[in-house]
Structure formats: structure tokens, C-alpha cells
């Protein structure tokens, strides 16, 4: 199945994880983003070990995943496994995999794929699986990140201050939230500062 950014917040508050979750696209930085999100929303304080597996290691030890999915460790009531660079190759892996285990969660991270990827259409078409397309940010994805971090720090800027960040920030998520956190620089303790056109 296919989840739309604007639907995985609702995925988070519920913690409604599906068990395999496929990131891909060039927004990296939307990408670690949301894979902090789910982990920490799904981690809920609860003893959890984390493990990264690489594309690489999956050519080299083809029992490694399934191994990893089936053991748990003693001091851990559940396990996060991190797939980066997955690629159509890797496939085989996901496809007959059934994933008894309610405590386990697998996160996949690729580059950007395309519609005829096999990965991708395999996740896309599947039932429980899921598929989170991360592409760069527009407008109106800027405007959203704007707002929330109006929200978050209780800041307000005026129309030439928001018209300016609008047209300067990245469509990369992460570089975009680093600009953003600078401005907490040049505000510092005083939060009721108004912000200008020049500080920005």
C-alpha cells in the first residue's frame, strides 16, 4: 500500500505500524525525518534493540535478515531493523516473507525509484506492506514546515519574512530545518523578538 506524507502522522499518533515500511526518494532529508518519527513513536520507552543492515551485507550473507527477524535479545521486548540501500536485487528477501513476529519492525530505505521498480510496485501493490514516496519539497510542503515551525517555537513573521524563506529554502527537508534553527540563533532567549527581513 501507498502512505501519503499528510497520512503518516495519523500512522504515528496510533502507532498502526505496518510491518515493512519502504522509504524511497531524493528527499533525504524527509527520509530521516520520518524514519526518526516512526522509530521513536514506535520505541514508546520500551526496551527496544536497533540494527542496520546494508544492501551489501544482504549479497554477502544471504540468511543474515531472516536470522535478524527471528531472534530478539534477552534485554530487548522488541527490535527495529534498518535496511539501507536496498535495491530490486533484494527483493527475494520481502516476497515470501510473512513477518510472525509482532515485535519486530523493518524499515527500508532506498534511493529514488522508479515506476518500474520491482521493490517499489511489490510494496505498492501489497496489503500490509507499505511504500512512503519522499519527494523534494514544493510550496506548499515549505509552507507546511513553515508553519509548523511558527508553531513549535511560538514565533511569528510577517508576509516579506515568509514570501523570503518560501522562495530560499531547500527541497531537501533537512537543510531546510537546519536554516530554519538558525534563526533560533539570532533570536536567542528573547522569543517575543520581532524578526526582520534583514535578520533573515
Known amino acids: 500500500m501507498i502512505i501519503k506524507e499528510s497520512q503518516l502522522n495519523y500512522i504515528v499518533s496510533n502507532s498502526s505500524f505496518p510491518k515493512f515500511i519502504l522509504f524511497y526518494g531524493p528527499n533525504e532529508g524527509l527520509i530521516r525525518d520520518d524514519i526518526f518519527k516512526i522509530s521513536k513513536a514506535y520505541k514508546q520507552n ?109 514565533i511569528k513573521f510577517d508576509s516579506d519574512v515568509k514570501n523570503y524563506l518560501l522562495q530560499n529554502l531547500s527541497s531537501d527537508r533537512l537543510i531546510s530545518k537546519n536554516e530554519l534553527e538558525k534563526i533560533l540563533l539570532v533570536i536567542g532567549d528573547n522569543k517575543n523578538k520581532e524578526i526582520g527581513l534583514e535578520d533573515i
Open 46 to 154: 520500551i526496551e527496544t534493540d536497533e540494527i542496520t543492515i546494508n544492501g551489501k551485507n544482504l549479497d554477502e550473507d544471504p540468511t543474515l535478515l531472516n536470522e535478524e527477524i527471528r531472534s530478539l535479545s534477552m534485554f530487548s521486548k522488541q527490535k527495529i531493523i534498518h535496511l539501507e540501500n536496498i535495491k530490486d536485487k533484494h527483493l527475494q528477501y520481502f516476497e515470501n516473507e510473512e513477518l510472525e513476529n509482532d515485535k519486530i519492525l523493518l524499515i527500508l530505505k532506498s534511493d529514488n525509484l522508479n515506476k518500474n521498480s520491482k521493490i517499489r510496485n511489490f510494496f505498492e501493490k501489497h496489503k500490509i506492506f507499505a511504500v512512503i514516496p519522499c519527494y523534494e519539497d514544493d510550496k506548499r510542503s515549505s509552507m507546511n514546515l513553515l508553519s509548523q515551525f511558527q508553531s513549535e517555537y511560538k
